[in-house]
């Protein structure tokens, strides 16, 4: 049973689970997918990676940003039976920039309490190592949520 | 082009024809002079050569040269340029799809003599910088595509001859000390004024949407880019005793982290900006911009250097007010007040608080109600003795309504803070050791030190130099919805009053907000122009018990609807971290999915007892029926729907529906 009060200007109501358990008929006006104000998520309607995306925290902006994005369009755009088995070479390149680097991205076998930036990092280098094939879930495991802020970034609908 | 190519195909026969029949037609005649003569003897106005058939066949010949010649020159240059507009195009196209590894060259040899080529390794900023141009070249593809080019070109000769100087001093540049380069670059691409949340936060947007490029920003601080609301919470929680010297905080899954965004080796030095490949970001510290001259495009700072810039941001963000009252105190009173904004006010506060027995803390809003919870709760451990006054009725009391500022009141009251409301300071000053504050009504506090958090003045010492536009209502500078303020500056964070589309004009002094302008005036300086439209949030923590997440206009004159229901111990800000598995709330509430558990609560249909009125729900603050903010309390992850309902500002006929969006009663 909800009750209601109201204290000056201010109303208040109290729900129990019951009373909430029908759905809303609030109506919520559809999203268009291609609103040029609306932040994206990872992609772009237009296919392209959005490299301003908060999910990737500062890895497209960092020292190793370049490398970093030329591996990932390479692996984003791989067209191969697994994916991004021919971007070896630029994950390659990445890994080593990011070698040069160990505070900003600490290598997997660290235990000691990580600096400032991403951990997901390490997977795609892990999984370098451990394979000779550029790892399918790099990419995947290097969406983490944002580093620095409270924002929602994916797109609501 | 291939418009002029096919004129040039039927044109070719149609020469070729005409001259063909013209020197046939003359060496018949020819044969026949004699007939010639008495044959157009009146025929004045043809066009047919004078004087003999000799010079007949050398006037044909003679314009069929000219004529061959011109369509060689002509089908030469038109081939030329058709070659080198697709290798632009084609330049253009793979710079955009996909990041090759070569360095690219753009070249812009148009056929006027105003071709300019940047060359970003070499110390000449006087060269013109076009925003897309990506030149990190070596100086030999250039020098081979000049040789391509004035092959039998005039109009490009001119061109060659800047591309091949500008090759040349590239190379030299290469060859350049380093010691030879100035501590504090004479031009930056990208100068950021300010050295905190929106400033970085911009820095990273430019970074990932131009490819290598230079942005420079500049800090009065000492300190690299840092984020603030630690500062006045999580820090004070850690139990590492050198807290003040590594400003690292363990959250509550035990991920620690440091408060700067990034450690210094992401930075490069201000020195090496011009010349590092791939550009990168450099932190000027210690230094502040003095003036702005605009129509020069460049700033002084304080030690009398200049920088030139192409785009500029301004996020000075804000200094913190202070009482009159306590200004006019004089020095001994002065020295035992902190305005608390900075790392420094953070390490000498806490060195305070263990040494002190009493503090007070001036002002109810947020700032000031986290830290009297942060020192309430060292007052558990220590004698120290935390006292918070402030003239609203209860805490928060600008922001939540009544009936929630007096419950979230006792709970700061329960965290081991005397709070006197309804307290006006009237008088302070030093008296036997202590600090006397005298309220209006005629209480008396004693204390050792005072800590003010009374507001931010945002910092516009810079409008008048530069120009700029400053609002009455709200202070800050004066922006439109993409954040700009005038040619080539915006203003993001603490500092900007800007247009929001939905909302109105307003400014925000929020660590959400400042992120989210620092990143859209990051996008807008490298070409986007976007508005103001992804809602930022904010949220505060008072306690481990109580957490609230808002968005939009959250301010108590507005009506406000609220919808609760009894609170479980799962809804409290320890519960959503730890189930989240993040750290700070910020970090939770990216989680694109909602926390997936779903734990029954049993609940009474019974009208709630005193005291567990207010445990979780969702208060609608209403502007002429349309919802515009949104507090969401002890209810977590659930920032996307309240973004849309905002977005959407529909008048809904019941709240009451709009909250069982919201699943109140899950977890």
């Known amino acids: 049973m909800s009750y209601c009060r109201q204290e000056g200007k201010d109303r208040v109501i109290f729900v129990t689970k019951e009373d909430h358990e029908a759905p809303s008929n ?66 390659r390149s990445m890994q080593e920039c990011m070698q040069r680097y160990p505070e900003l991205y600490p290598q997997e076998d660290e235990s000691a309490p990580q600096g400032g930036d991403e951990t997901p990092s390490t997977d795609p280098l892990a999984h370098i190592q451990d394979s000779d094939q550029g790892s399918a879930s790099a990419p995947e495991a290097v969406l983490a949520s944002e580093d620095m802020s409270s924002t929602d970034h994916s797109a609501t609908s | ?116 080529q940047e060359t970003s390794e070499g110390p000449k900023p006087a060269l013109q910088s076009e925003p897309i141009a990506v030149t990190e070249q070596p100086p030999v593809p250039s020098v081979e595509s000049s040789e391509h080019v004035p092959v039998a070109e005039v109009t490009t000769t001119v061109s060659a001859e800047p591309m091949s100087t500008s090759a040349a001093e590239s190379a030299a540049a290469m060859e350049a000390p380093v010691d030879a380069l100035p501590e504090i670059p004479a031009h930056a691409p990208y100068l950021l004024i300010g050295g905190g949340t929106a400033s970085f936060a911009a820095a990273r947007s430019i970074r990932a949407r131009d490819p290598g490029a230079r942005v420079l920003i500049v800090s009065d601080e000492s300190d690299l880019p840092y984020m603030r609301p630690p500062l006045s919470k999580e820090l004070w929680f850690s ?87 306590i200004e006019r105190a004089g020095e001994e009173v002065q020295k035992r007040t902190t305005l608390f904004r900075k790392i420094e006010d953070f390490r000498s506060l806490e060195k305070i608080s263990r040494e002190v027995k009493s503090v007070t803390i001036i002002g109810g809003g947020f700032l000031g109600s ?75 506090v004693k204390t050792d030190h005072i800590v003010a958090a009374v507001g931010l003045e945002p910092n516009v010492e810079l409008a008048k130099s530069a120009g700029l536009e400053v609002d009455s209502d709200f202070g800050g500078y004066r922006v439109n919805a993409e954040l700009q303020a005038r040619a080539n500056i915006w203003v993001a964070g603490d500092a900007a009053c800007f247009y929001d589309i939905r909302l109105g004009r307003r400014r925000v002094e929020h660590h959400d907000h400042a992120v989210v302008s620092g990143r859209l005036a990051g996008e807008n300086m490298t070409g986007a122009n976007k508005p103001y439209w992804h809602q930022s949030m904010f949220w505060s923590d008072l306690g481990p018990d109580v957490g609230y997440e808002a968005i939009g206009i959250v301010d108590s004159s507005l009506p406000t609807v609220g919808v609760f229901a009894k609170a479980t111990a799962k809804d409290t800000p320890k519960a959503a971290t730890e189930q989240s598995g993040t750290g700070i709330r910020s970090e939770s509430e990216t ?39 949104i507090i969401l309390w002890n209810v977590f992850n659930r920032m996307p729907i309240a973004r849309k309902i905002i977005k959407d500002g529909e008048e809904h006929a019941d709240l009451n529906e709009v909250a069982k969006l919201f699943n109140i009663h899950e977890d």
Request: hydrophobic share 35%.
């Open chain 1, 26 to 91: 609030a109506e919520l006006i559809a999203d268009d997918p291609n609103d040029p104000y609306e932040d994206h998520g990872l992609i772009l309607p237009s296919g392209e990676i959005n490299w301003n995306c908060p999910c990737l925290g500062g890895m497209a902006s960092g020292p190793c940003g370049e490398q970093f994005k030329s591996a990932f369009s390479c692996f984003h755009y791989s067209t191969e039976e697994v994916k991004g088995s021919d971007c070896v070479d630029k994950f």
């Open chain 2, 1 to 116: 082009m291939l418009k002029c190519r096919a004129l040039w195909q039927k044109l070719a026969p149609l020469a070729r024809a005409s001259s063909t029949l013209c020197r046939h037609n003359v060496k018949r005649k020819g044969l026949r002079c004699d007939n010639m003569v008495t044959v157009f003897p009146k025929a004045q106005m043809s066009s047919g050569a004078p004087g003999s058939g000799g010079d007949n066949l050398m006037y044909i010949l003679f314009v069929g040269a000219a004529c061959l010649g011109g369509g060689i020159y002509t089908y030469r240059s038109l081939s030329e340029d058709k070659k080198r507009y697709q290798n632009r195009l084609a330049e253009i196209n793979s710079r955009e799809q996909k990041f090759p590894k070569q360095p690219l060259v753009t070249q812009q040899t148009e056929s006027t003599a105003e071709s300019v």
């Open chain 2, 239 to 325: 139990d590492d005793p050198n807290v003040t010297d590594t400003l690292r905080f363990k959250q509550w899954n035990g991920k620690e982290r440091s408060i700067y965004f990034q450690p210094p080796s992401f930075y490069v030095s201000p020195q090496e900006l011009p010349r590092v490949e791939n550009g990168g970001v450099a932190v000027l510290t210690g230094k502040k911009v003095v003036h702005v001259d605009v129509r020069g495009n460049k700033v002084r700072l304080n030690d009398d250097s200049e920088i030139s810039y192409d785009k500029c941001l301004v996020a000075t963000g804000g200094t913190p007010r202070n009482l009159q009252v």
């Open chain 2, 370 to 444: 986290e830290l009297a919870c942060a020192m309430g709760r060292r007052s558990n451990e220590s004698s120290l003795e935390v006292i918070q006054i402030f003239p609203e009725k209860g805490n928060m009391g600008k922001v939540l309504p009544e009936y929630l500022s007096n419950w979230t009141t006792e709970k700061v009251t329960k965290e081991g803070v005397n709070v006197m409301t309804e307290a006006v300071v009237k008088n302070v000053s030093y008296q036997d050791g202590k600090v006397v504050i005298k309220l209006k009504d005629g209480r008396v």
């Open chain 2, 591 to 629: 989680e694109a999915v909602a926390s997936s558990e779903v734990t029954p609560v049993a609940a009474a249909p019974r009208e709630p007892q005193q005291g567990e009125e207010y445990g979780k729900g969702v208060i609608f603050y209403l502007r002429d029926k349309v919802v515009v903010g």
